[in-house]
């Protein structure tokens, strides 16, 4: 037998870290429990989250496993390259990102961002030699700007593969250009949405804590534990969808581009059996990442509601939470798409119908938005509680009244006129549409997090609070860093699924065959 490509050891190597991270994750609930119960502290919510969680993490290995076993220990011998992968003219735009060079305004725009990224870099280095006190964090206000980024954050992250895997689902074909977009947004947003919570505890090794003294029935803990799987849920939806587009990038480029591709595709190389079991472990993916998606904002949304603090303790804070993440991830999916169009020229991919339709997803979650405000502060004014009176007028005619109405007008009254309205219909008018709701999405977060902090029941005076340069410094940061490394991916892989389309087309033209053929006689 011939020697096997250094490829293949690389690849198994991947694989059984992999399983040792998901055995890890599985023993460490066990850890936890025992722990706990030697402390005497509540130990069964380790249990029921390890009995929750753990076999996600063991069916990710098995989707790794079964991609290794049918596809790199394939039938025939391992070290033969697949015969090469064609590109049609058509496509060629959609790799000229990868395999061109960088024009002039791209290099512009990396030095911009990564000026920005420095930037921050020098605010966070300030924060950490004199600590939170350069912050505008104060008692009582202890979260501020970092809590809220990390909500917004998280909400951008619901529009990808949560909205990719119901496309996926409903068998929506118009989905099929646009899926990796969004998908890649949110891998990248989720590592940012956990970097400000390390911000906001100031002295990021202390988070080791959460994992060696964690107590299971905290929310705290809740949200670490489905952050951590849906980030790992979430990079495999992405990866397993790339590995055909990555074949043929293995063809065409040389180098060290060529090798990495290589390593990558797994040794693709476009067969019946492999599409099949391709196709296979993706439609499991999209039906495992749903529950997962959606238990994260719940469980972000639980941090405020397990409380007993004035306009937190809400019942229907988690499917509003859940209602806005997808808001603010479609609005931020239309922005991003509008902007790689125009930037790489994918006019012929990224059609008006696409932008339609967000729009048309983007009117409805305007909607229902608007529904669970109505519902929360209505039933809050109904109660009359003086509590919650307080933070209430604070929002409607008080110290923030105005982003509590900027946030009425840009996340309801600007997109409902625009996309109720033939404007809806234009690629530009759905793009309008969502720049203001990324911004009233990110005051409605402000809004739940600071107004009821400031007026506490605590024996403190009311208190103040306004972010300080070092904050503002990290949330530019934060956003430069995330269009940087964005950017950087469609250097490095197609943005287009280049054989999801291929393969829409094909069925296209199958059921065009089909249904024509049903006007005649057999």
């Known amino acids: 037998m011939r020697k096997r490509s250094w490829t293949f050891y690389v690849q198994a190597l991947g694989l059984a870290g992999f399983y040792l991270f998901a055995l890890t994750a599985n023993g460490w609930f066990l850890w936890r429990a025992w722990k706990l119960y030697q402390l005497g502290d509540a130990w069964v919510p380790a249990l029921v989250l390890g009995t929750l969680l753990g076999p996600i993490f063991l069916l990710f290995s098995w989707i790794l496993s079964l991609l290794f076993f049918k596809i790199v220990l394939r039938k025939r011998e391992a070290v033969i390259r697949p015969a090469p992968l064609g590109i049609n003219p058509s496509e060629e735009i959609i790799v000229e990102p990868v395999l061109g060079q960088p024009s002039k305004g791209f ?35 202890f979260w501020g700007f970092y809590i809220t980024n990390f909500v917004f954050f998280i909400g951008i992250s619901h529009a990808g593969t949560l909205i990719s895997a119901i496309l996926r689902i409903v ?59 849906y980030l790992t849920a979430s990079t495999l939806y992405l990866y397993l969808p790339l590995i055909p587009d990555i074949a043929l990038l293995r063809d065409r480029a ?8 290589e390593l990558l595709s797994l040794g693709w190389g476009g067969t019946h059996e492999e599409r099949e079991v391709l ?26 509601s397990m409380t007993v603090q004035p306009m937190w303790h809400s019942t229907i804070f988690g499917p509003y939470f859940v209602v806005g993440a997808i808001f603010s991830g479609i609005a931020a999916l239309i922005i991003a798409m509008a902007i790689l169009r125009r930037v790489y020229h994918l006019e012929n991919y990224l059609r008006p119908i696409h932008f339609e339709n ?26 009359g509680e003086p509590e919650h009176m307080r933070i209430f007028y604070s929002k409607l005619t008080g110290n923030y009244s105005i982003p509590f109405w900027t946030m009425v007008v840009t996340c309801f009254v600007i997109p409902f006129f625009i996309l109720a309205s033939p404007l809806g219909k234009k690629v530009y008018g759905t793009v309008l549409s969502s720049i203001p709701v ?39 940061g934060c956003l430069a860093v995330f269009a940087l490394l964005y950017a950087l991916f469609t250097r490095i892989f197609p943005i287009i699924s280049i054989w999801e389309v291929r393969e829409g087309k094909e069925r296209a033209e199958e059921e065009v065959v089909a249904r024509i053929r049903t006007y005649f006689p057999t």
Not at 254 to 261: D, N, S, T, V
Not at 452 to 465: E, K, S
């Open 107 to 141: 290099l512009l725009a990396t030095v911009a961002l990564a000026s920005v990224g420095l930037w921050a870099l020098v605010a966070l280095g300030w924060q950490l030699y004199y600590g939170l006190g350069v912050t505008g964090l104060n008692t009582p206000v």
């Open 171 to 229: 068998k929506a074909e118009w989905r099929r250009p646009i899926t990796r977009s969004a998908e890649v947004i949110t891998v990248l947003v989720l590592f940012f949405g956990a970097g400000n919570i390390l911000l906001d505890l100031g002295r990021p090794d202390r988070a080791l804590n959460v994992f060696l003294q964690g107590r299971l029935q905290s929310p705290l803990l809740w949200d670490v534990c489905s952050i951590t799987t």
């Open 254 to 261: 040389k180098g060290w581009k060529g090798k990495f591709y």
């Open 279 to 304: 196709e296979r472990c993706i439609s499991i993916m999209a039906i495992v990442v749903i529950p997962v998606a959606i238990s994260v904002h719940t469980v972000v949304s639980w941090v405020f």
């Open 358 to 383: 967000l729009g048309i997803l983007l009117l409805v979650m305007s909607c229902l938005w608007l529904y669970f405000t109505i519902a929360e502060y209505l039933t809050t004014w109904y109660g």
């Open 438 to 476: 990324c911004i009233g999405m990110w005051l409605e977060r402000f809004l739940i997090v600071v107004p009821t902090l400031v007026r506490p029941r605590l024996p403190y005076a009311t208190g103040t609070y306004t972010p300080s340069w070092v904050e503002l410094s990290l949330f530019a």
